[in-house]
């Protein structure tokens, strides 16, 4: 999607090193100058020499190792990401005042992370309410990421647009979407969401 890509290998993504990433270019000579400066700037002297500013982002060659061995069961991720959004979407997918993150046309999504809004007006409960049912019963969820322009550290700064990423903030919800997940702790968590639904209560 451009001249480089970066990728997570955080601890709670499909493929992990317990930490760190990977910078993913085509451009010989800016990969040149990345792993330059992630090796910490250093001059091919015999001893240590620093003609510019460096960093220390290398990923260490034993957590390289692990992120390299689960590449072989990267497939069979995806595809366990992929059946536990299908069946939350069974699930949830056609109560009112909820949406789940649509596929785009121009790609496969790996659905690392099954995340819904909920619209409280159609819902009939908010995302905190549901948030706090799934706690109460064990299952943790949580937001989706605080916009930026919302964080302490950038309290005063100029701000254009942010009103979608507000929006999401304010309805989304992270629900658990581990590889390992079984079909009945879905099915439990579908439950417990679907006990929110203000609309249910009041029809049944």
């Not at 995340?115 to 905190?128: K, M, N, Q, V």
Request: proline share 5%; aromatic share 6%.
């Amino acid at each position: 999607f451009g001249d480089f890509a970066v990728l997570s290998f955080n601890g709670n993504k499909i493929i992990t090193t317990s930490g760190g990433g990977a910078l993913l270019s085509n451009d010989e000579p800016a990969v040149r100058r990345a792993r330059h400066l992630a090796a910490q700037a250093r001059d091919p002297a015999p001893h240590y020499q620093h003609s510019q500013v460096g960093y220390n982002y290398r990923l260490s060659n034993l957590l390289a190792a692990v992120g390299r061995g689960q590449l072989s069961v990267l497939d069979e991720r995806v595809e366990a990401r992929r059946a536990i959004f299908d069946r939350y979407a069974a699930g949830l997918g056609e109560l009112e005042g909820v949406a789940l993150m649509p596929e785009a046309p121009y790609g496969r999504s790996n659905r690392w992370l099954t995340t819904l809004t909920i619209d409280p007006e159609d819902f009939g409960a908010t995302s905190e309410v549901v948030a706090a049912t799934l706690a109460r019963a064990s299952v943790e969820s949580r937001p989706v990421w605080k916009p930026l322009h919302r964080q302490p550290l950038f309290v005063g700064c100029r701000v254009v647009g942010g009103r979608v990423a507000e929006r999401l903030f304010d309805r989304g919800l992270c629900l658990p979407s581990g590889s390992a997940l079984t079909n009945h702790q879905v099915d439990r968590i579908v439950d417990l969401v679907r006990g929110c639904n203000g609309r249910v209560a009041e029809t049944g």
